[in-house]
């Protein structure tokens, strides 16, 4: 579904990802785990087109994205909860959800509210809400909600536990976890490593700027090196 | 009770024009992060084509609707002439650009029209007075809040009811995230350029219904007010900027009565000096989220 070929991305003279490759297939759950600074969010933001590549390739369903314009990328299928969850603060929760579904009809966009609804409850009990409002786990499932409104193939996260309460962290993974169930495609970028290695199918471990390891998660998971850099600090 | 009603209105009347100038330089400053110094010029371009067209003899009432259209053209032709080959740059280097734009089109006025005001025929139904009891209001003074307030009331429903509305929200809540979601960046900029021409169009209108002439630095004086306005309720939202508009006029009303004859002339100062105040203590206005400029 989505592949990734010698990903160069700079910010200046800075370069924060130095040359990675890495791909995800459709149904997956592949995830990139990594300490602060590693590139993860840099990289996903250049598959979003948020940042220009220096060089490399992104090609999904086998077409380059490098003539895609950012307003274009949903309309192939890619939806996006970013890092930090930048819910439109001023809008109101029901107001979020139309702008994340503002490229579907007006029919399909009120059914879809609906349906998104449904998977989560919460929102729509605090749809009149502003979203500036709302407590972070909160925010975090409009987030997701949000980039669901398209229904995407393919759904790219960033950070989604970050901030978060240890019992909002789970209800999270469990989202995730279902969504994955659901034949989401699903690209998820994470510090904590315990949870996303146990959701995930695959993995790829960045460390500045480069992809340092690879495999299936279960096995990166009893990796000793990846349980004394990561596990042993992180929950 | 009848200055208390006199005192109304006037603060209503002063408030939805600052209000509606304000609202104009927040929908671009929330898409560009930058206050178009030449918002002013806007109501000065509206104020010659309606001279130009009651000149030409198109009624008043016509002639007003068309140059609100034309304010919104001229503002939408501002962003794309001026203000878009400099998308990506510093938000310093799009305010200077206004400056510029605003500076060139003074000139402008001046050399193909003239430096001196020139009188615009105002209908008779918006001179004179009414009286309600023993209370003289301007009809100028009424049709201004009738309008502006019916201006605010379409704008707020446009803002949260159309898609367009909703676009040009997010967008000026978070730009790229926005743009992820399908937002055309520039789509939404042009129409809150096209926005703030329509709001800077129908100011005008209200301005010079009380004051009969155009010049070329017609909208500068209601600039710095939208500006003061804008600044008092905060940049990062569009209530901010009707806070602000209602706040700046019921300051001025106020000033006007309380402050002995000898003493009016310190009004603007004072306003000024309120300002520093907020400047200094609540620097994002009274609608205090943090404004996110970007691109």
Redesign the interface.
């Known amino acids: 579904m989505l592949n990734v070929q010698d990903l160069h991305v700079s910010y200046g003279l800075v370069a924060a990802v130095k040359g990675v490759s890495f791909d995800v297939s459709k149904g997956e759950l592949v995830t990139i785990i990594g300490a602060n600074g590693a590139g993860k969010s840099t990289t996903l933001n250049a598959l ?1 087109g ?1 940042v220009p590549l220096a060089s490399g390739a992104i090609k999904l369903n086998g077409d380059s994205l490098a003539e895609v314009s ?6 192939l299928g890619m939806g ?1 909860a ?1 890092e930090g969850r ?1 819910v ?4 109101s929760v029901l ?2 959800l ?3 579904g ?2 579907l009809s007006k029919s399909a966009m009120e059914t879809r509210i609906q349906e998104v609804m449904e998977r989560f409850p919460i929102l729509r009990e605090r749809r009149h809400q502003d979203a ?1 409002v709302l407590s972070g786990g909160e925010q975090q499932m409009l987030a997701i909600a ?1 980039a669901l409104m ?1 229904n995407p193939d393919f759904l790219i996260l960033d950070e989604p536990s970050l901030g978060l309460a240890p019992k909002i962290v789970s209800v999270v993974f469990e989202i995730i976890g279902e969504l994955k169930q659901a034949g989401v495609t699903i690209l998820l970028v994470e510090q904590n490593v315990k949870k996303s290695l146990a959701v995930a199918d695959r993995a790829y471990v960045m460390e500045l700027g480069l992809i340092v390891k690879s495999g299936p998660a279960a096995e990166l998971a009893d990796d000793p090196e990846i349980q004394d850099s990561y596990l042993g600090s992180m929950e | 009770m009848e200055e208390f009603i006199q005192y109304l209105v006037s603060v209503l009347s002063l408030g939805s024009i600052y209000a509606l100038l304000a609202l104009g330089l927040v929908v671009v400053f929330g898409q560009l992060g930058f206050l178009n110094f030449a918002h002013g010029d806007l109501m000065t371009l509206f104020g010659y084509a309606l001279l130009f067209m009651t000149l030409w003899g198109v009624p008043f009432w016509l002639a007003a609707i068309f140059s609100i259209g034309f304010a919104g053209l001229c503002a939408v032709a501002m962003e794309r002439i001026a203000f878009r080959p400099l998308r990506g740059q510093s938000p310093m280097t799009l305010l200077i650009t206004s400056f510029a734009i605003s500076g060139a089109l003074h000139v402008i006025f001046q050399v193909a029209i003239s430096p001196r005001s020139k009188p615009i025929p105002i209908p008779e139904i918006l001179s004179g007075y009414i009286t309600i009891g023993d209370v003289f209001i301007g009809r100028a003074q009424i049709f201004t809040i009738i309008v502006a307030v019916g201006s605010l009331a379409l704008l707020n429903y446009f803002l ?1 009811k159309s ?1 367009l509305g ?2 040009l ?2 967008s ?3 730009f ?10 520039n789509q939404v900029i042009a129409l809150a350029f096209f926005l703030s021409g329509i709001l800077a169009g129908i100011a005008a209108l209200l301005w010079i219904s009380q004051r009969g002439a155009v010049f070329p630095a017609l909208g500068l004086t209601p600039m710095i007010k939208a500006l003061i306005a804008a600044i008092i309720g905060g940049l ?2 569009p209530k901010g900027a009707l806070y602000g508009g209602f706040f700046l006029g019921a300051l001025e009303a106020t000033l006007l009565s309380i402050l002995p004859d000898d003493y009016v002339v310190f009004r603007d100062a004072a306003v000024l000096l309120i300002l520093v105040c907020f400047l200094i203590f609540r620097p994002n206005g009274i609608i205090a ?1 943090n404004p996110e400029p970007m691109r």
């Open positions: 979003m948020l950012v307003e274009n990328r949903v309309g996006y970013p930048r439109f603060s001023s809008l107001e979020n139309k702008a994340g503002i490229t500036g949000r398209v | 949260t898609r909703i676009s929200r997010a000026a809540a978070d790229d995230v926005a743009r992820v979601m399908g937002i055309r960046a990062s939202n989220t």
